[in-house]
């Protein structure tokens, strides 16, 4: 299965004046679709191009790092434009996933503290998460493209901490981009979409 990049779906100035137009264009047309390509071709050098883009990630990991470097990138970003909308994040989550976050997470607040410090912690290039395994949620940061799938977790949210996911917008200052993201653009709906597929 080949990997197509993916339409945005929301006009690129949507989510100002927490993430610009130039952030969604330089990010999505150039970082995302460099990885498509890339990782076409990759794929199909390791004859690995007829899987879904899990199993090619969890395939790659640990095996052959270029063409795992591309493939979970896609597969983060794939779900990234989709964890983001516009009037999104806050405090009002669907019922059965607030219920989740209490009894796993130590409730909302503590997801924030806790989310936002995996993303500010995670040193360098890389991504901060929310997975479910065995069942529970749980919150980790990995580097580079890493993801929980090649963890035995299946991720409901994560945020790019890259620096060309946030730097045109907010320079050095992470920590207020992630909070931009908890407050103001996370996608409760879809995270729901794979709370609920995952907890099956």
Do not use: C
């Not at 990049?5 to 970082?31: G, I, N, Q, R, V």
């Not at 063409?67 to 059965?96: R, S």
């Amino acid at each position: 299965m080949a990997f197509e990049l993916p339409a945005l779906p929301y006009a690129y100035d949507a989510l100002a004046p927490y993430m610009s137009a130039e952030t969604l264009e330089y990010h999505h047309d150039k970082h995302h679709n460099a990885y498509v390509t890339t990782g076409n071709k990759l794929a199909a050098e390791a004859g690995l191009d007829g899987l879904s883009v899990e199993e090619i990630v969890k395939k790659s990991y640990g095996t052959n790092q270029p063409l795992f470097n591309n493939a979970a990138q896609h597969y983060n970003h794939v779900h990234f434009w989709k964890w983001l909308k516009k009037d999104g994040g806050g405090t009002k989550l669907p019922g059965k996933l607030e219920a989740a976050f209490a009894s796993d997470l130590g409730g909302y607040d503590k997801f924030k503290a806790d989310f936002i410090a995996a993303g500010t912690t995670q040193f360098g290039s890389g991504w901060a998460w929310v997975s479910v395994k065995d069942g529970k949620l749980e919150i980790s940061k990995t580097p580079n493209g890493e993801n929980p799938l090649v963890h035995g977790a299946v991720p409901i949210l994560g945020v790019d901490v890259w620096e060309h996911s946030y730097y045109i917008d907010y320079r050095n200052l992470r920590p207020k981009y992630l909070e931009a993201f908890v407050d103001s653009l996370i996608n409760w709906d879809y995270v729901l979409e794979l709370y609920e597929a995952a907890a099956k």
